[in-house]
């Protein structure tokens, strides 16, 4: 998976193919398929240890944040900077088809414990007679789209941080 992962940030998720990835990590196509069935698997795989990652970030970030406006706005940043820092991951996480079911009974635990991370600092935030789970939602998508938009050039960079500011601003109940 990390040699599936660093052929990504290099050279795209095109560049990630079986045979490549036998040749790099000096096995044979047949011993790779032992483990995965393909470059769906592969990047499901890689997906759900970005998960996990992206959970830890989150949860970093707003443990040393003091105050709901401080935490939830540690979490933005933490987001978008996991998404900046880790395209070809993010781009398994929330683009590619790597075969994992969201918002399911048969979600995987990496992705119910990513959501988690963001579910227990929107929570606090959600006001009254909102779902939290709606809620943060909601401010998933909106993070989403500023970092998939900001990766893609459509935002000018220099609003960045106001951009934040503004989602946190108008979204949150503080």
Do not use: C
């Not at 998404?83 to 929330?94: C, E, H, K």
């Amino acid at each position: 998976m990390a040699t599936a992962r660093e052929l990504a940030e290099q050279h795209g998720w095109d560049a990630v193919t079986t045979r490549q990835l036998a040749e790099r990590i000096e096995y044979s196509q047949p011993v790779l398929y032992s483990h995965f069935r393909g470059k769906r698997e592969i990047i499901g795989a890689v997906a759900l240890d970005g998960a996990t990652e992206m959970a830890a970030a989150l949860r970093a970030a707003t443990a040393a944040a003091a105050g709901p406006r401080a935490r939830v706005t540690a979490l933005a940043r933490a987001y978008l900077d996991f998404a900046a820092r880790n395209p070809a991951v993010y781009d398994a996480m929330f683009q590619l088809d790597g075969g994992l079911a969201f918002a399911h009974e048969d979600t995987p635990p990496p992705l119910k414990d990513a959501f988690a991370a963001l579910l227990e600092t929107l929570a606090e935030v959600a006001g009254d007679g909102v779902h939290p789970g709606l809620f943060t939602e909601l401010f998933w998508a909106a993070l989403h789209g500023l970092a998939t938009l900001t990766r893609a050039g459509r935002l000018p960079p220099e609003y960045a941080e106001h951009r934040v500011e503004l989602l946190v601003d108008r979204l949150a109940v503080l």
